[in-house]
Every structure is written in structure tokens, then in C-alpha cells.
């Protein structure tokens, strides 16, 4: 896109955005809350209060789904031409391109991430997510199906499927990298032909209400798409629960994630789980050590740790420790600490307050279980908003809370293995209730590949870690999750599946 970016006009025009008080986007229109409360948007990179939305709950949540209901019955969406409704969303794409700077710029203020970053990574992601999305939706076919039921001289039977879409589904987010979430989670429903209630996350809600305005310039039929801002556990726990919602699609924590299976029994609503993760990160002895550590780093340390898929165990060959732990020392300590538009530091705020105290709390807990810490440890007092050094714990053990549970901050444990047992090896990785993630890090492709088939994860990457692509199936093993998104298999959640059957 050859487009001449005026910067000034950009910010002005975001600085009325964040000005503005944002309610609720339902059947194409933007409404204030009943109950007129609002929640402070914060940056976390300076702790300041840069917006403001309004808390929804049940009320707004049964707006939203009557719209979203009047518009999926209507067949306004659903029984459009497929040509025509993968035009809009190709349109939302280019839309989403063309407002490149925009929504980084949001995405930067609401959640610490560089602009520079969200324009390489976020938009760019999630204007793909819709581009691959969009091309299935001329591509949804039922089978024909050899059936073998008795029949009597003369008559016959012909059985085939169809796929339709699961009606209106209700879609919750967390608050890292939300832009991009947001659009992941819309893109296949769009495609299925269904109608959407979302509820971005308080934390991070900027990016999301600007994709609500894109969308309102796109040619997608009202009611299509609704948003209600509010805490999860008002407004999410409405969605989850309303009777009206025929799915639910859920990325956050496993504890939540468990809460919305229970809310959901009510209608048997169809469930769709991305939950935690505490991804391994496995080392074997004759790893190229200049490209893994870096990488490695990367790995744990972007957004500060707070990723999903971020590698927070890392197994070490004994041949290799000392090497491996003195060079991650150097990196981690050679890494600023900062947050600026352009995206000059390495390491960024965490969310909130709250994320803090958590990955403090965290930090302490590691030191008193016995992990040795080589670097960081401590808050960046010198700035005003939410900092953790980058940290390192060598030493680990299995048993240490550190090494089992979800910190979701810029912590790195490390454990050592010394032989070359491949199921052992796996053995010890698999040691976790998450299975998200995972990288194995190998001169020998072939042992890579073998070990690879050993690790109970949704997804392993030799020699690159989390490397994540529309096309390709994403979600949990065990307690990460149910179900997939991305890929064909993203698709098939929001489609039910109809079997006809004809006497001929
Ligand atoms: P979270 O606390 O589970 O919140 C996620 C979303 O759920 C937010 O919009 C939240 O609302 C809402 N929520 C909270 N309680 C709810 C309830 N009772 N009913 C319905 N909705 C409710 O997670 P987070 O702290 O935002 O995000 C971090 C977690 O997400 C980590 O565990 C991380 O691993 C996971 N995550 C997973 C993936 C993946 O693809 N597997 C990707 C990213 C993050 P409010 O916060 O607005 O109140
Ligand atoms: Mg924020």
C-alpha cells in the first residue's frame, strides 16, 4: 500500500477517538450503557488514564443477542451470495491495512506494546486471518455419502451432508495483543456465516472498538457484528450463559475457561477453549547455540512474557548448561527497559497493577522455593508504569510452583537433563497440566521430528518457536484448551453439520 502517512492528523484523530465515551456497538450503532458506569482505560506503560468505556452487563448482553439473533435469522449474512460476503470481508482487510497506523498507535497506548511491533505483528496477522477466511467461504461443501441401509429391488437412497452455520456465537478475549485476537476470533465466524457477540477484554478494549468503526464502514449488515464492553464478570458472564447464544469461543485463563463450561451447560452451548499455557523449551546438546539463544529469549521475553505460547520451561543437556545460562544472563541483561511509540526498547509494561503484584508475588515464591536467580528479580522502580526485569531462574525442579504454574510474566525457569532418552526427555517436559506450546532446539532434524511426536502439545516447532500462521491448526492439549482455531479446522467449529437423506 503506497500510502502517505500524516502523522500529525493520525494522532489528532486518535486523540478524539480516546476522548470519546465509548459504549456499546449493537445492530450498527453505538449506545450507552443502562447503567451509565464507566471503567478507566489505562496506559501501562505510565499507569495514566488515556480513555474510558462504559461497563456493560446483562441488559447490553441481551441487546446485542437479540440483534444478533434478528440478524442470523433474517438470513441477511448467512444466505448472502459466498462471492458476495467474501467481498466484505477482503473490504475489512484492506480497511484494516489502510488504517495500519491507527490501530497500532491504540494497541500501543492500551497494552505497552511498540507500535513497531504491532504494525510488523498485529495487523498484519489479523488482516491475513481475514484474507484466509474470507477464501473459504466459497469453499464450504457438505459430501455425498455411500449409504449402506437395506433397501428393497428397485429403490435406492441418496444421503448427502450440508454444512450451516451454528446460528449466533458469543466471543471473549483477553487483553494481549487484542487487536489481533479480536480479528482471529471474528474471521472464521464471518466465514461460517455466523452472527457475533464480542466482549473485548477491560484491560485492552482501544483496538477492538476501532475494528467496531472499521466494520461499520465495510458493507457488513448491521447486527452482524455487536460488541459490549464491561468486566468478564458481568457482561462475559452473561454471554456465557444467555440462552440466546448457540457457541461460545473463549481465549483467556484456564480458571476462566472452566467458568464458562459451567455457564454454557445451561443450553449446551458449543465450547471453544484457547487457555494457558507454560510451553517447553528444550535444548538438545548439538543445538546451534547462536541461533537458540536468541531465540530463547525472544521466546519468554516478548511482550514481556505475557503470550500464551510463551516459553517459560526451558531443559537444558547438562554438556551445554553453564554455556546456555551464561549466554541468556548476558542477553537478558543487555535488554532495555522502556516503552516508546517507535518501539526502540526490548522489554515493555506489564498490563496493570494487578499483573504486577502477580509476577512479583511469583518472583518471591521462586526465591524461596530454592531456584537459583542469575538475572533480574526486581520492578523497574525508575519508571512510573508497570516494569519487570527480565528474570531468570536456573536450577529448577519439577515440583516448583515457578516450573508448574502460569506466571504470564518475563520469568524464565530452567531445568537440567543429562541423557538422551528421548522418552525421558519428553517425560519431563510433558511434566504440566498446559499443553499449548513447545519447542525443540536440534542440529539432528531427525530426532527433532521423533521427540516432536512425544510432546503432548497443540503445537512444536524445531528450531523456531510459536510460529503461528493462519493456515495452520492452533489450541491446547490438556488443560490448554478445547478445540482449534486457524486453519480448516478453525472453521468447523462455528458449522454444524446436517445429514439428508432422500427415498428415491
Ligand atoms: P482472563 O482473566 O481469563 O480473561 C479473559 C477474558 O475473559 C477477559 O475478557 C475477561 O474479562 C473475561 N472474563 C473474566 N471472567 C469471566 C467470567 N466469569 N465469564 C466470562 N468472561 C470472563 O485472562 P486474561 O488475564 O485476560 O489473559 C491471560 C490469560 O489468557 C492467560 O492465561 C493466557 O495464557 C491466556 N491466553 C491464551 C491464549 C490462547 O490462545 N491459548 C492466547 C492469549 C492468552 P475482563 O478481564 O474484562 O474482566
Ligand atoms: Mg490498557
Redesign the pocket.
Known sequence: MNEIIDHEKINSGIQAFLEKSHGHFIDGNWLDGAANKT?DVINPATGDVISSIQSGDESEVDLAVTAARRAFDSGIWSKMLPVERARIMFRLADLIEMHTSQISLLEALDIGVSRDMMQMIGVKLAANQLRYYAGWVTKINGETITNSRARPEGREFLTYTEKEPVGVVGQ??????PFA?AVQKIAPALAAGCTIVL?????A?LATMYLAELIAQSGLPSGVFNLVN????????????HEGVDKVS????????K??IR?ATGNLKRTT?????KSPVILLKDANLEEAIPAIARAIFFLSG?????GSRLFVHGDIYDQVLKGLKVLARSMTIGADMEGTYDIGPL?SEK?LTRVMAYIDIGVSEGARLITGGKRVTSLSGYFVEPTIFADCDPGMRIVKE?I?GPVLTIQKFDNEDLEEIAALANDNI?G?SASIWTTDLAQGHKLARRIKSGQVGINVHAAIDPATP???FKQ??WGR?FGREGLEPYLETKAITAYL
Open positions: 471503567i471473549i478475549i483477553p487483553w494481549n495483543f485476537m466482549k473485548p477484554a477491560e484491560d478494549p464491561g468486566y468478564g464478570r458481568k457482561a462475559g458472564a452473561a454471554i456465557s450463559s473463549f481465549t483467556g485463563s484456564t480458571d476462566v475457561g467458568e464458562i455457564a477453549l484457547e487457555l494457558g499455557g505475557q503470550n500464551c505460547m510463551a498490563i499483573q502460569e504470564f498446559f499449548l492452533f489450541g491446547g490448554s484448551g482455531e
